[in-house]
Nanobody, 117 residues
Framework: QVQLVESGGGSVQPGGSLRLSCAASGFTFPFYTMSWYRQAPGKERELVVSITSTGSTTNYADFMKGRFTASRDNAKYTVYLQMNSLQPEDTAVYYC??????????WGQGTQVTVSS
């Protein structure tokens, strides 16, 4: 049974930090590129960052560079997202995604991040 379970979300003030985790099971994690997506209320889901099986990362928004950092531990089947200097516009549900070279994808259920003063 394939599972992606996100954790680490919560409420934080502007300028604060959070570290999200996504624990995977039921598939061969090292064969998959992992990504974090987010979806704010009333907006489309957007790709935040991706990290390959070998640890190469791609940020998909310039304003996230230097604030968000993805990492992974293939032995633990876990991917992380370190978020610093959080702003209200970062408020969203954050989703974990796994995708292999053939396009097969799996999704987590999401974890809420709220940035508010």
């Amino acid at each position: 049974q394939v599972q992606l379970v996100e954790s680490g979300g919560g409420s934080v003030q502007p300028g604060g930090s959070l570290r999200l985790s996504c624990a995977a099971s039921g598939f061969t994690f090292p064969f998959y590129t992992m990504s974090w997506y987010r979806q704010a209320p009333g907006k489309e889901r957007e790709l935040v960052v991706s990290i390959t099986s070998t640890g190469s990362t791609t940020n998909y928004a310039d304003f996230m560079k230097g604030r968000f950092t993805a990492s992974r531990d293939n032995a633990k089947y876990t991917v992380y997202l370190q978020m610093n200097s959080l702003q209200p516009e970062d408020t969203a549900v954050y989703y974990c995604n796994a995708k292999n070279q053939f396009g097969r994808q799996y999704w987590g259920q999401g974890t809420q991040v709220t940035v508010s003063s």
